[in-house]
């Protein structure tokens, strides 16, 4: 008993679809991409057509920009070759022309993170230049604060210590000069 061309396509296909099922989805985004929302305080005249790139790498577009629950959220398709990549925790920069920004708009991945892939649909809160500067500032100002603590804990303990030491006899005193 032979099968037909056409049954043994369908089983094929269904092989193949039960296979892109099993693996989540990650072949069909290598081959199609990924469309992640980039959330952000100010679209500031973002639109379709700009890029995404990666280390100066173009590696997609804004496909539009849109009010995703009342935040403004730049939607952007990345290729498939670049989507296997990124992970749902990657990091963007939104550029806009001027100080900080350089002198274009573009969505700059600026770390591919780690962990479980970054997912078609999947909304990532970007940050602007000044802001990813203001993140880098907070955080040696809190490790520097932590240090100054940890100095001034150590300077107590001591100074603690000192204090619970008896202290050394006085020295007797000098007879008072005569009147």
Request: charged content about 20%.
């Amino acid at each position: 008993m032979s099968r037909s061309p056409r049954r043994m396509r369908s089983s094929l296909l269904a092989l193949a679809a039960l296979g892109l099922m099993s693996t989540g989805g990650t072949c069909v985004q290598q081959v199609l991409g990924v469309e992640v929302g980039v959330q952000i305080d100010d679209a500031g005249g973002f639109q379709a057509g700009d890029p995404v790139e990666w280390r100066g790498v173009r590696i997609g577009e804004v496909k539009e920009v849109t009010l995703d629950g009342g935040r403004p959220t730049i939607l952007c398709r990345i290729e498939g070759k670049h989507a296997k990549s990124l992970h749902a925790d990657a990091q963007f920069v939104v550029r806009t022309p001027g100080l900080l920004g350089g002198d274009r708009r573009a969505v700059e991945v600026v770390h591919p993170g780690t962990g479980t892939a970054l997912e078609s649909g999947a909304r990532v809160q970007g940050v602007t230049p000044g802001g990813l500067l203001q993140k880098q500032v907070q955080k040696a100002v809190g490790q520097a604060a932590r240090e100054a603590v940890k100095m001034v804990g150590e300077a107590s303990k001591e100074f603690e210590k000192a204090l619970r030491q008896p202290a050394a006899p006085a020295a007797p005193a000098a007879p008072a000069p005569p009147p």
